[in-house]
T-cell receptor, first 116, second 113 residues
């Protein structure tokens, strides 16, 4: 079955530090990959996505590249801010056969705390 | 445009009690989903619906029932609550044409004693 594995957290950084959150996946077919973010007390929001190999998703200074050869989709940001403190979820949707109905498989989430 | 709303925000139940969680969306989305979020486990799909009057089981459906009588509403029921159902419950919805971009509600924190 499908699975998503994220790096263990929590991650604590100082403002303006470089961020990497690792994500690897196992899936049949050719999945689409996503990063969702959950700010304190809120639901999840889509941060970025990539639908095929070598695609780069980007939003709000965050980037992730779909690497099929390493089955990875690592999230990066060059300079984090206090406002980036949140929980980050990597997810995939397996489109094989067109019957996934948009179902997402999530990783366990990584808590990011950024200090001034 | 309120997006996806959930009622209630918090609830405490005793073992064996029943309750219904309500999810409403005003974006005319065809697809709706119920997830539960537990520490260290990410989100897991409980049930989903691909349209009014249809529902299907997700990854962890046992102990839950759902109904989608109207396109904008998706109800999650617990007939006899158990401590193992203590969790945060999220509802989400998506367009038929953009299935993967799901819009989430703020969540319901449920504690079963």
């Amino acid at each position: 079955g499908n699975s998503v594995t994220q790096m263990e957290g929590p991650v604590t950084l100082s403002e303006e530090a470089f961020l990497t959150i690792n994500c690897t996946y196992t899936a049949t077919g050719y999945p689409s990959l996503f990063w969702y973010v959950q700010y304190p007390g809120e639901g999840l929001q889509l941060l970025l996505k990539a639908t095929k190999a070598d695609d780069k998703g980007s939003n709000k200074g965050f980037e992730a590249t779909y690497r099929k050869e390493t089955t990875s989709f690592h999230l990066e940001k060059g300079s984090v801010q206090v406002s980036d403190s949140a929980v980050y979820f990597c997810a995939l949707s397996d489109q094989a056969g067109g019957t996934s109905y948009g179902k997402l498989t999530f990783g366990q989430g990584t808590i990011l705390t950024v200090h001034p | 445009n309120a997006g996806v709303t959930q009622t209630p925000k918090f609830r405490v139940l005793k073992t064996g009690q029943s309750m219904t969680l309500l999810c409403a969306q005003d974006m005319n989305h065809e697809y709706m989903y119920w997830y539960r979020q537990d520490p260290g486990m990410g989100l897991r799909l409980i049930h989903y619906s691909v349209g009014e009057g249809t529902t299907a089981k997700g990854e962890v459906p046992d102990g839950y029932n759902v109904s989608r009588l109207k396109k904008q509403n998706f109800l999650l029921g617990l007939e006899s609550a158990a401590p193992s159902q203590t969790s945060v419950y999220f509802c989400a919805s998506s367009y038929l044409q953009v299935l993967n971009e799901q819009f989430f509600g703020p969540g319901t924190r449920l504690t079963v004693l």
